[in-house]
């Protein structure tokens, strides 16, 4: 199966920004709608924001709109989360996801919907 590996995690203070890279292997990006979901301890894991195979089309979640930016460079075979103006809510592990939409334009909106799953990443904002 394919894998997917996030990076660029971390430690910030509120106010800060950071930005996640979601690298996959094993497939061809342009087949997968992507989407990036976080999860902190003891709680559910939660859609952030999804992206469609061809990044025409984008989804967030109310919290992060304005804050958030996802997008995606097939040829690089990799999507990205840019976070500005990060708040404490916003900590959690942070999970890359492919979803296969080889025909479709949706960005799909629930866990079961993606098959491929990374590791995570973690992202702490400090008050």
């Known amino acids: 199966q394919a894998q997917l590996v996030e990076s660029g995690g971390g430690l910030v203070q509120a106010g800060g920004s950071l930005s996640l890279s979601c690298a996959i292997s094993?497939?061809?990006?342009?087949?997968?709608?992507m989407g990036w979901f976080r999860q902190a301890p003891g709680k559910e894991r939660e859609f952030v924001s999804g992206?469609?195979?061809?990044?025409?089309?984008?989804f967030y979640t109310d919290s992060v709109k304005g804050r958030f930016t996802i997008s995606r460079d097939n040829a690089k075979n990799t999507v990205y989360l840019q976070m500005i103006s990060l708040e404490p809510e916003d900590t959690g592990a942070y999970y890359c996801?492919?979803?296969?939409?080889?025909?479709?334009?949706?960005?799909?909106?629930?866990?079961?919907?993606?098959?491929?799953w990374g590791q995570g990443t973690q992202v702490t904002v400090s008050s």
């Open positions: 996801a492919a979803a296969f939409r080889p025909l479709s334009e949706a960005v799909p909106r629930h866990e079961w919907e993606y098959r491929y």
């Open positions: 992206i469609s195979r061809s990044g025409s089309d984008t």
């Open positions: 094993g497939r061809t990006l342009s087949n997968y709608a």
